[in-house]
């Protein structure tokens, strides 16, 4: 059974999905503004630059889904492009098709939850493609015929030719069936190809791991970083950060630019649908911090890293 930095485990009981699904806690539900509720934009791209994979580059797909650029490398992170995830309907459409993406170097998995770890594309991107998975996930790829896979445990890397990836710790939890809680880690990934150096996340709550991962990896160069499902507090403060986490998440690691993520794709927790940009740039201005290194990019835009 794995735990957090701080040793702690996810403690949320179905009942307490049950005591926030039917608006039971003392945290009540506010009331949807329709003027609020729309989804993230998304701009066509047809994937043909990204195809020569000569810039060093991140493209939003959606969600959590992040194509990284760098050392003339193409990796894809936590690749979601089914149209449904159980019950919800995607909102917006991928930014990238899977046909338009360039060769896939190696697909990296943050955790095993199904918004992140989707079968479907998995094995739409498979079997000749390297996955990189936390410990206790190796079993599941083989199952699958993704034979290439390599574990990793936080601080280990793997190196493929032009770039390093690093497992780093996160605050967060697993759980894929009814019995298998926290018997596969979770992370996100530092991707280096000795000019530039980026971050993701994958899931997470604010944890005091930002700081030793800027310190022991960085400078980070661009470190992408969700927004959005965080409310209500009270069950997602432990394992999602809401919009001031991450700014201070951005600010411990030392970054130069923040990449904006998860939000906006899926109907996924109580918050407003537009309200993670709009609360990032007002603690953004609160902070005082420089405009010009915020990026909450569209679904399918491409951030351009020199």
Do not use: C
């Amino acid at each position: 059974m794995y735990t957090n930095l701080d040793g702690s485990r996810n403690d949320k009981t179905l009942v307490d999905v049950l005591k926030w699904k039917l608006d039971l806690s003392d945290e009540k539900r506010p009331p949807r503004d329709p003027s609020r509720d729309t989804p993230a934009p998304r701009i066509a791209n047809d994937g043909a630059l990204l195809r020569r994979a000569d810039r060093p580059a991140l493209t939003w797909i959606g969600h959590a889904t992040y194509l990284i650029q760098l050392g003339g490398r193409s990796i894809l992170v936590d690749p979601m492009f089914s149209e449904r995830l159980f019950a919800l309907r995607r909102l917006v459409d991928p930014g990238l098709a899977v046909e338009a993406l360039p060769k896939i170097d190696a697909v990296l998995v943050t955790h095993n939850h199904r918004d992140h770890m989707d079968a479907p594309s998995l094995r739409r991107l498979g079997p000749r493609t390297r996955f990189i998975v936390p410990k206790g996930l190796a079993a599941w790829f083989r199952r699958e015929h993704l034979d290439d896979v390599v574990e990793l445990g936080w601080w280990e890397h793997h190196d493929l030719a032009g770039a390093r990836i690093t497992f780093v710790p996160s605050h967060h939890w697993s759980q894929r069936g009814p019995f298998d809680r926290n018997t596969s880690l979770w992370g996100g990934f530092v991707v280096e190809d000795g000019t530039h150096r980026v971050y993701h996340s994958g899931d997470t709550a604010y944890f005091e791991g930002f700081r030793d991962i800027g310190r022991r990896l960085g400078p980070i160069d661009a470190a992408m970083l969700p927004i959005g499902a965080y409310e209500p507090r009270w069950f997602m403060k432990a394992q999602h950060m809401n919009p001031d986490d991450a700014v201070r998440a951005f600010i411990d690691l030392g970054a130069r630019r923040f990449a904006a993520m998860h939000w906006g794709t899926f109907r996924l927790t109580d918050e407003q649908l537009s309200d993670p940009p709009l609360h990032t740039r007002e603690r953004w201005s609160a902070e005082r911090l420089d405009e010009a290194r915020l990026a909450i990019p569209a679904i399918g835009e491409t951030l351009l890293l020199e």
